[in-house]
Protein backbone atom coordinates (compact mmCIF):
# COMPACT_ATOMS: atom_id res chain seq x y z
CA UNK A 1 0.00 0.00 0.00
CA UNK A 2 2.52 2.62 -1.16
CA UNK A 3 2.39 6.63 -1.42
CA UNK A 4 2.27 7.28 -4.29
CA UNK A 5 3.32 10.88 -6.50
CA UNK A 6 1.99 11.88 -10.00
CA UNK A 7 3.95 14.28 -12.61
CA UNK A 8 2.40 14.52 -15.94
CA UNK A 9 1.15 11.03 -16.45
CA UNK A 10 4.57 9.19 -15.07
CA UNK A 11 3.89 7.88 -11.15
CA UNK A 12 6.73 6.90 -8.66
CA UNK A 13 7.23 6.97 -4.85
CA UNK A 14 6.95 10.86 -4.34
CA UNK A 15 10.83 10.79 -2.89
CA UNK A 16 11.69 10.41 -6.91
CA UNK A 17 8.98 12.82 -8.31
CA UNK A 18 10.36 16.11 -9.56
CA UNK A 19 9.25 19.01 -11.28
CA UNK A 20 11.26 21.96 -12.85
CA UNK A 21 12.56 24.58 -10.92
CA UNK A 22 11.01 26.75 -13.63
CA UNK A 23 7.40 25.52 -12.85
CA UNK A 24 5.37 28.67 -12.21
CA UNK A 25 3.55 27.49 -9.43
CA UNK A 26 6.98 27.22 -7.87
CA UNK A 27 7.82 30.91 -9.08
CA UNK A 28 4.97 32.78 -8.65
CA UNK A 29 2.51 30.90 -6.69
CA UNK A 30 0.60 30.21 -10.11
CA UNK A 31 -1.29 27.29 -9.69
CA UNK A 32 -4.34 25.49 -8.16
CA UNK A 33 -5.35 22.38 -6.03
CA UNK A 34 -7.96 20.31 -4.50
CA UNK A 35 -7.68 17.99 -1.46
CA UNK A 36 -9.76 15.09 -1.50
CA UNK A 37 -10.34 12.60 0.86
CA UNK A 38 -11.48 8.79 0.38
CA UNK A 39 -13.38 7.14 3.16
CA UNK A 40 -13.41 2.77 2.97
CA UNK A 41 -11.43 2.95 -0.51
CA UNK A 42 -13.74 5.32 -2.01
CA UNK A 43 -13.21 8.99 -2.78
CA UNK A 44 -16.03 11.07 -1.42
CA UNK A 45 -17.18 14.43 -3.49
CA UNK A 46 -14.96 13.80 -6.47
CA UNK A 47 -17.08 15.48 -9.03
CA UNK A 48 -17.67 18.35 -6.41
CA UNK A 49 -13.96 18.76 -6.27
CA UNK A 50 -13.66 18.59 -10.30
CA UNK A 51 -16.73 21.20 -10.31
CA UNK A 52 -14.50 23.78 -8.47
CA UNK A 53 -11.04 22.89 -10.19
CA UNK A 54 -12.26 23.97 -13.23
CA UNK A 55 -13.65 27.37 -11.64
CA UNK A 56 -10.34 27.89 -9.71
CA UNK A 57 -8.85 27.42 -13.34
CA UNK A 58 -11.19 29.40 -15.56
CA UNK A 59 -11.01 32.00 -12.91
CA UNK A 60 -7.59 32.42 -13.65
CA UNK A 61 -7.72 31.63 -17.76
CA UNK A 62 -5.63 28.85 -17.67
CA UNK A 63 -6.17 26.46 -20.73
CA UNK A 64 -9.01 24.23 -20.43
CA UNK A 65 -8.29 20.55 -19.50
CA UNK A 66 -10.50 17.78 -20.06
CA UNK A 67 -12.44 16.72 -17.10
CA UNK A 68 -12.66 13.35 -17.85
CA UNK A 69 -8.91 13.30 -18.38
CA UNK A 70 -8.07 14.49 -15.17
CA UNK A 71 -10.79 12.02 -13.49
CA UNK A 72 -8.90 9.49 -15.09
CA UNK A 73 -5.53 10.31 -13.76
CA UNK A 74 -7.29 10.98 -10.17
CA UNK A 75 -8.63 7.25 -9.81
CA UNK A 76 -5.65 5.77 -11.61
CA UNK A 77 -3.37 7.19 -8.89
CA UNK A 78 -5.59 6.37 -5.95
CA UNK A 79 -6.24 2.83 -7.25
CA UNK A 80 -2.10 2.07 -7.85
CA UNK A 81 -1.81 3.39 -4.63
CA UNK A 82 -4.61 0.95 -2.77
CA UNK A 83 -4.84 3.28 0.15
CA UNK A 84 -9.03 2.77 1.97
CA UNK A 85 -8.41 6.22 3.41
CA UNK A 86 -6.11 7.92 1.45
CA UNK A 87 -5.83 12.42 0.72
CA UNK A 88 -5.31 12.87 -2.61
CA UNK A 89 -2.91 16.26 -3.13
CA UNK A 90 -3.65 17.48 -7.24
CA UNK A 91 -1.97 20.73 -8.12
CA UNK A 92 -2.32 22.40 -11.84
CA UNK A 93 0.24 24.69 -12.99
CA UNK A 94 0.24 27.37 -15.59
CA UNK A 95 3.44 25.28 -16.99
CA UNK A 96 6.95 25.89 -17.04
CA UNK A 97 9.18 28.69 -19.13
CA UNK A 98 11.70 31.47 -18.52
CA UNK A 99 10.69 33.57 -15.51
CA UNK A 100 8.37 35.97 -16.74
CA UNK A 101 4.97 37.62 -14.99
CA UNK A 102 2.92 37.35 -18.11
CA UNK A 103 1.38 34.27 -19.25
CA UNK A 104 3.87 32.15 -21.14
CA UNK A 105 3.76 31.20 -24.87
CA UNK A 106 3.30 27.58 -23.88
CA UNK A 107 -0.15 25.89 -23.12
CA UNK A 108 1.17 23.18 -21.21
CA UNK A 109 -0.02 23.01 -18.07
CA UNK A 110 1.47 20.99 -15.02
CA UNK A 111 0.32 18.42 -13.74
CA UNK A 112 1.30 16.86 -10.10
CA UNK A 113 -0.57 14.56 -7.69
CA UNK A 114 0.33 12.95 -4.36
CA UNK A 115 -1.40 10.38 -2.13
CA UNK A 116 -1.21 9.88 1.02
CA UNK A 117 -2.71 8.21 4.12
CA UNK A 118 -4.77 10.41 5.93
CA UNK A 119 -3.37 12.26 8.65
CA UNK A 120 -6.07 11.87 11.33
CA UNK A 121 -7.17 14.80 13.45
CA UNK A 122 -6.58 13.44 17.01
CA UNK A 123 -9.99 11.51 18.50
CA UNK A 124 -9.07 13.72 21.62
CA UNK A 125 -9.61 16.71 19.81
CA UNK A 126 -13.04 15.73 18.35
CA UNK A 127 -14.62 14.55 21.39
CA UNK A 128 -13.46 17.52 23.70
CA UNK A 129 -13.58 20.58 20.90
CA UNK A 130 -9.65 22.63 19.83
CA UNK A 131 -9.24 26.51 20.42
CA UNK A 132 -8.22 29.36 17.59
CA UNK A 133 -7.33 32.85 17.95
CA UNK A 134 -8.44 35.04 15.10
CA UNK A 135 -6.00 37.40 13.37
CA UNK A 136 -6.50 40.32 10.63
CA UNK A 137 -7.67 38.76 7.44
CA UNK A 138 -4.22 39.90 5.37
CA UNK A 139 -5.05 38.04 2.28
CA UNK A 140 -5.87 38.94 -0.97
CA UNK A 141 -8.97 39.83 -2.70
CA UNK A 142 -9.91 36.48 -3.98
CA UNK A 143 -9.53 33.49 -1.49
CA UNK A 144 -12.71 32.13 -3.49
CA UNK A 145 -10.05 30.93 -5.86
CA UNK A 146 -8.39 27.60 -4.80
CA UNK A 147 -4.84 28.89 -5.26
CA UNK A 148 -1.62 27.14 -4.00
CA UNK A 149 -0.37 31.16 -3.09
CA UNK A 150 -1.31 29.68 0.85
CA UNK A 151 1.65 32.30 2.66
CA UNK A 152 -0.73 34.06 4.52
CA UNK A 153 -2.63 30.69 5.38
CA UNK A 154 0.86 28.90 6.40
CA UNK A 155 1.95 32.76 9.00
CA UNK A 156 -1.42 32.07 10.50
CA UNK A 157 -1.34 28.63 11.06
CA UNK A 158 2.41 29.25 12.17
CA UNK A 159 0.75 31.60 14.69
CA UNK A 160 -1.75 29.92 15.83
CA UNK A 161 0.93 26.67 16.72
CA UNK A 162 2.98 29.15 18.56
CA UNK A 163 0.30 30.17 20.57
CA UNK A 164 -0.45 26.59 21.54
CA UNK A 165 -3.81 26.16 19.36
CA UNK A 166 -5.11 24.72 16.28
CA UNK A 167 -6.30 26.84 14.37
CA UNK A 168 -6.52 30.98 13.54
CA UNK A 169 -9.35 32.55 12.02
CA UNK A 170 -9.33 35.83 9.89
CA UNK A 171 -11.47 38.45 10.93
CA UNK A 172 -12.29 41.35 8.59
CA UNK A 173 -10.96 45.15 8.80
CA UNK A 174 -14.65 45.70 10.03
CA UNK A 175 -14.56 42.58 12.50
CA UNK A 176 -16.78 39.90 9.93
CA UNK A 177 -15.57 36.73 10.11
CA UNK A 178 -14.36 34.76 7.26
CA UNK A 179 -12.99 31.30 7.69
CA UNK A 180 -10.06 29.47 9.19
CA UNK A 181 -6.36 28.60 7.65
CA UNK A 182 -7.83 25.48 5.63
CA UNK A 183 -11.01 25.38 6.85
CA UNK A 184 -14.71 27.21 6.88
CA UNK A 185 -15.96 28.30 10.18
CA UNK A 186 -19.76 27.77 11.24
CA UNK A 187 -21.57 29.17 14.58
CA UNK A 188 -24.83 28.38 16.42
CA UNK A 189 -26.90 31.16 18.07
CA UNK A 190 -30.10 30.96 19.35
CA UNK A 191 -30.78 27.59 17.64
CA UNK A 192 -29.77 28.95 14.33
CA UNK A 193 -26.37 27.72 12.33
CA UNK A 194 -24.88 30.51 10.59
CA UNK A 195 -22.07 30.76 8.19
CA UNK A 196 -20.06 33.02 6.09
CA UNK A 197 -22.02 33.77 2.18
CA UNK A 198 -20.14 32.74 -0.46
CA UNK A 199 -18.13 35.75 -1.56
CA UNK A 200 -14.82 36.51 -2.84
CA UNK A 201 -13.74 36.24 0.45
CA UNK A 202 -13.89 32.74 1.43
CA UNK A 203 -12.93 29.54 -0.40
CA UNK A 204 -16.42 27.66 -1.17
CA UNK A 205 -15.86 24.59 0.80
CA UNK A 206 -17.41 21.12 -0.83
CA UNK A 207 -17.99 20.04 3.33
CA UNK A 208 -19.32 23.52 3.80
CA UNK A 209 -22.28 22.63 1.32
CA UNK A 210 -22.23 19.49 2.50
CA UNK A 211 -22.88 20.51 5.98
CA UNK A 212 -25.54 23.41 4.64
CA UNK A 213 -27.37 20.91 2.92
CA UNK A 214 -27.78 18.28 6.04
CA UNK A 215 -28.85 21.28 7.88
CA UNK A 216 -31.55 21.40 5.47
CA UNK A 217 -32.08 17.22 5.72
CA UNK A 218 -32.36 17.18 9.44
CA UNK A 219 -34.29 20.76 9.91
CA UNK A 220 -31.86 23.23 11.06
CA UNK A 221 -32.40 26.29 10.80
CA UNK A 222 -29.69 27.91 8.86
CA UNK A 223 -28.39 31.34 7.53
CA UNK A 224 -25.84 32.29 5.16
CA UNK A 225 -25.01 35.84 6.34
CA UNK A 226 -22.22 38.22 7.43
CA UNK A 227 -21.55 37.62 11.20
CA UNK A 228 -19.20 39.46 13.30
CA UNK A 229 -16.58 39.05 15.78
CA UNK A 230 -18.92 39.58 18.50
CA UNK A 231 -21.26 37.06 17.51
CA UNK A 232 -18.17 34.51 17.40
CA UNK A 233 -17.34 34.48 21.04
CA UNK A 234 -21.11 35.11 22.42
CA UNK A 235 -22.13 32.18 20.03
CA UNK A 236 -23.52 28.90 21.54
CA UNK A 237 -21.20 26.57 19.18
CA UNK A 238 -18.52 27.29 17.00
CA UNK A 239 -17.16 25.02 14.35
CA UNK A 240 -15.25 24.51 11.83
CA UNK A 241 -15.73 22.62 8.29
CA UNK A 242 -13.45 21.01 5.76
CA UNK A 243 -11.86 18.04 4.01
CA UNK A 244 -9.36 17.03 6.74
CA UNK A 245 -11.37 18.82 9.24
CA UNK A 246 -15.04 17.50 8.74
CA UNK A 247 -17.16 19.16 11.25
CA UNK A 248 -14.49 19.92 14.34
CA UNK A 249 -15.72 22.12 16.98
CA UNK A 250 -14.22 24.97 19.02
CA UNK A 251 -14.71 25.82 22.58
CA UNK A 252 -11.82 28.36 23.30
CA UNK A 253 -11.34 31.05 20.92
CA UNK A 254 -8.69 33.99 21.86
CA UNK A 255 -8.87 32.63 25.22
CA UNK A 256 -12.73 32.93 26.04
CA UNK A 257 -14.86 29.95 26.50
CA UNK A 258 -17.34 29.17 24.10
CA UNK A 259 -21.29 28.67 25.30
CA UNK A 260 -19.95 25.77 28.23
CA UNK A 261 -16.87 25.15 26.94
CA UNK A 262 -17.82 21.44 25.92
CA UNK A 263 -18.77 20.02 21.82
CA UNK A 264 -22.42 21.30 21.75
CA UNK A 265 -25.26 18.92 20.62
CA UNK A 266 -25.34 20.63 17.15
CA UNK A 267 -21.63 19.88 16.22
CA UNK A 268 -22.23 16.41 17.40
CA UNK A 269 -25.40 15.93 15.10
CA UNK A 270 -23.77 17.47 12.29
CA UNK A 271 -20.37 15.31 12.80
CA UNK A 272 -22.68 12.46 12.64
CA UNK A 273 -24.95 12.83 9.98
CA UNK A 274 -21.63 14.03 7.51
CA UNK A 275 -20.27 10.52 8.61
CA UNK A 276 -24.15 9.19 7.76
CA UNK A 277 -23.51 10.81 4.18
CA UNK A 278 -20.37 9.68 3.39
CA UNK A 279 -21.01 5.78 4.55
CA UNK A 280 -23.99 6.04 2.20
CA UNK A 281 -21.85 7.14 -0.47
N1 LIG B 1 -8.29 23.37 2.54
N2 LIG B 1 -11.12 27.42 3.54
C1 LIG B 1 -9.83 27.32 3.17
C2 LIG B 1 -8.98 28.54 3.18
C3 LIG B 1 -9.31 26.07 2.77
O1 LIG B 1 -8.02 25.98 2.38
C4 LIG B 1 -10.14 24.93 2.79
C5 LIG B 1 -9.64 23.57 2.36
C6 LIG B 1 -11.47 25.08 3.21
C7 LIG B 1 -12.43 23.91 3.26
O2 LIG B 1 -12.75 23.47 1.97
P1 LIG B 1 -13.17 21.96 1.69
O3 LIG B 1 -14.33 21.68 2.54
O4 LIG B 1 -13.49 21.95 0.25
O5 LIG B 1 -11.97 21.09 2.04
C8 LIG B 1 -11.94 26.34 3.56
C9 LIG B 1 -7.63 22.16 2.10
C10 LIG B 1 -8.20 20.91 2.68
C11 LIG B 1 -6.15 22.31 2.32
O6 LIG B 1 -5.64 23.37 1.98
O7 LIG B 1 -5.49 21.38 2.81
Known amino acids: MPELAYVNGKISSIEMAMVPVE ?11 EVIVSYSGRLFALEEHLERLEGSMCELDF ?7 VRHSIQDLFKQADLPRAALYLQISRGVGPRNHAF ?5 LQVVMTV ?5 KPAMLRREGT ?7 FRWGRCDIKTVQLLANVLAKQKATESGVDDAIFVAEDEVVR ?8 IVAD ?10 NILPGITRAVVIDLCKDVNLALEERFYYLKDLYSADEVFMTGTITE ?23 LYGALHEKINNS
Not at 116 to 120: A, G
Not at 131 to 137: E, F, W, Y
Request: proline share 8%.
Open 191 to 200: GVVITHPLTQ
Open 179 to 186: EATSSNVF
Open 23 to 33: DRGYQFGDAVY
Open 131 to 137: AAITLKD
Open 104 to 108: PETRK
Open 116 to 120: RKVDE
Open 63 to 69: PPISRET
Open 247 to 269: VLPLVKIDGQIIGDGKVGPVSKQ
